[in-house]
């Protein structure tokens, strides 16, 4: 996909989501041990399931390279970025309030508008 296919609203309907996302950290409630999340994070997390932001042929083993070096990401890297962190939660209860509460996206998140701006 290519970043002229996404327009300004789907972007800043990305932002808001992600945003409210944060807001909500602080309605994380644990039950045995396993969090659970309020709905503007899973919502914000189900959003980056879905076209234009899933990458369904995202490559795990390169999303750390693919975030140190961030300021130089292909759209099709950021989408890979943000599909990792939607699907983190399945190996790993807990990562998606650690990426939001460590505002890991910010840097993915701003280099998409950089995209978007080019």
Known sequence: M??????????ENLLSCYQLAIW???KVTRHEGYPYYPDEISDFMNLLERPPWVAYEYQPKKIRSILDSIDR??????RWALTAAARAERFCEGSWELTLRNRLL?????????????
């Open 24 to 26: 909500a950290l602080p």
């Open 106 to 118: 910010d840097p993915v998140l701003k280099r998409l508008q950089d995209l978007h701006h080019a």
């Open 2 to 11: 290519r970043t002229e296919a996404l327009n300004i609203e789907s972007i």
């Open 73 to 78: 990401a292909t759209f099709e890297e950021v």
